[in-house]
């Protein structure tokens, strides 16, 4: 099992910059991609960014140009730097690692951390 833990979550204002990390430990071999999501109340849980442990990186069109994913496989925890903050990037970020998958031994089922608060003020 993977066990994720965030922090640096915040209030921030708007144009300010923020950046969340996610610590991964237990089994952190079986960890193919880690991402980044987001959930407002009442809405659904949404990609923001991707990394996969080659280091390829996918966004979310909302945070094109002003995110950075970033991994650091060594100590086995990413990073979320985001710039140009907008109110409507308000939202609980949570991490995730998309496991390798039973063909490697390792569990099909993707891990979440606890979510951390990120509050922009207009």
């Known amino acids: 099992q993977i066990h994720l833990v965030e922090s640096g979550g915040g209030l921030v204002q708007a144009g300010g910059s923020l950046t969340l990390s996610c610590a991964a430990s237990?089994?952190?071999?079986?960890?193919?991609?880690m991402a980044w999501y987001r959930q407002v109340p009442g809405q659904e849980r949404k990609l923001v960014a991707t990394?996969?442990?080659?280091?390829?990186?996918i966004y979310a069109d909302s945070v094109k140009g002003r995110f950075t994913i970033s991994r650091d496989n060594a100590e086995n925890t990413v990073r979320l730097q985001m710039n140009s903050l907008k109110p409507e990037d308000a939202a609980i970020y949570y991490c995730n690692a998309v496991p390798l998958g039973s063909g490697y031994g390792c569990s099909d089922f993707g891990s979440w951390g606890q979510g951390t608060q990120v509050t922009v003020s207009s």
């Open positions: 237990g089994d952190t071999n079986c960890i193919s991609a």
């Open positions: 990394m996969t442990n080659s280091g390829s990186a």
